[in-house]
């Protein structure tokens, strides 16, 4: 593990109680879930762009699972 998650563990360890460290990662969840919206929002922008530019290929179900 990394010095940077070694020491957020620590730290965690240190808090007073039990209920901090729910709090804690209450918080720490949704910043995550917040993240990842933003990471999906950003990837969604630019296949929008990809799109428009024409970079994108159109698929039918033949072209992705062949002739079976």
């Known amino acids: 593990m990394s010095k940077t998650l070694d020491f957020f563990i ?8 039990v209920e901090e460290q729910e709090t804690l990662l209450d918080i720490l969840k949704r910043k995550l879930v917040e993240n ?7 990837e969604a922008d630019q296949s929008t762009k990809d799109y428009h530019a024409g970079k994108c290929k159109s698929w039918n179900a ?4 062949g002739d079976k």
Do not use: T, Y
């Open 36 to 42: 990842r919206r933003r990471q999906m929002k950003k």
């Open 62 to 65: 033949k072209d992705i699972f």
């Open 10 to 17: 620590d730290e965690f360890d240190k808090l007073n109680n």
